[in-house]
């Protein structure tokens, strides 16, 4: 689903843990690190598209999780032109995506990548929070900083009991 000015509706997933420590996933075969994160399809809102994504990128479903919060608006990100590629007769120039915190509230042993006819990952590990933002692919970093700087401070006053 892309709009009119080339955007792919998508929604991004921040998962913490009990330790208040963050998924990343490696890419399959690659050395890139990344959130989970995917396409809206047909019919489906943010948090439909965002429990999809759950379980067919990491295996994980509705019951795994909590929701903690979600991005105001919609953040967007340019893809390189060696990305960009034609959908539906329309050019995808970027995404555009709306982004939420959950919190892990089962064991990480469900954590799998064997949901998808193709799934993205091949590996994942929990980091701090400031660890994405050195690893992820230089053309997301700002997004990725503006997602976090909107749901971390949800984890921080959690801790606080705010």
Do not use: H
């Amino acid at each position: 689903m892309i709009d009119n000015d080339g955007y792919r509706k998508n929604v991004g997933i921040v998962l913490c843990n009990s330790q208040n420590k963050l998924l990343i996933c490696k890419r399959l075969g690659e050395e890139s690190w990344q959130f989970p994160q995917g396409g809206f399809e047909v019919n489906e809102n943010a948090e439909s598209a965002m429990f999809r994504e759950l379980f067919e990128e990491i295996g994980l479903k509705k019951n795994d999780v909590l929701i903690l919060g979600e991005t105001k608006s919609w953040l967007k990100y340019d893809l390189p032109k060696k990305y960009q590629r034609k959908t539906n007769n329309r050019l995808c120039i970027g995404q555009k995506q709306k982004w939420f915190l959950l919190r892990l509230i089962t064991d990480d042993s469900n954590i799998s990548f064997l949901n998808s006819k193709r799934p993205e990952f091949d590996s994942w590990q929990w980091v701090e929070d400031k660890k994405p933002m050195e690893i992820v692919i230089n053309f997301k970093r700002d997004v990725y900083k503006k997602a976090l700087e909107e749901l971390i401070p949800i984890i921080k006053n959690q801790i606080n009991g705010l």
